[in-house]
């Protein structure tokens, strides 16, 4: 199996916990372990990793991950917060600018539960 290139953000014992995880697993390869958000794009530039892993010990605002999508639409971001029990996956899909292209978006959206 191929492994997967990840960069992890993230400042916090958590981080490195799940640095030690990843790295153990043999199937994730970390390319880079910057401790802020601006320290990544950079490293995301240069490395094009499979995804970013923003690793919190405490909730990020909605705007971190915005600047990313905006500069990388194409790069899932998995969000990993101490105080949650999951975690999030957040993705980019950009739609046309004609109203057929829209619905067509909103059609494919997953029902919510």
Known sequence: MEKRKVIIVGDSMFAD???QLLTSAGTVEIVGAP???QAAFPLIAADQ???LIVASAKAL???TFGQFLAAYPDLP???AD???DDVQVITSQRVGT???DLLAAIAAL???S
Do not use: H, M, Q
Request: charged share 15%.
């Open 17 to 19: 916990s799940l640095t």
């Open 35 to 37: 401790l802020t958000a």
């Open 49 to 51: 990793p499979d995804a």
């Open 61 to 63: 605002p909605p705007a």
């Open 77 to 79: 971001i998995i969000y």
């Open 82 to 84: 101490l105080s949650a």
């Open 98 to 100: 004609r109203s057929s």
């Open 110 to 112: 997953p029902k919510r």
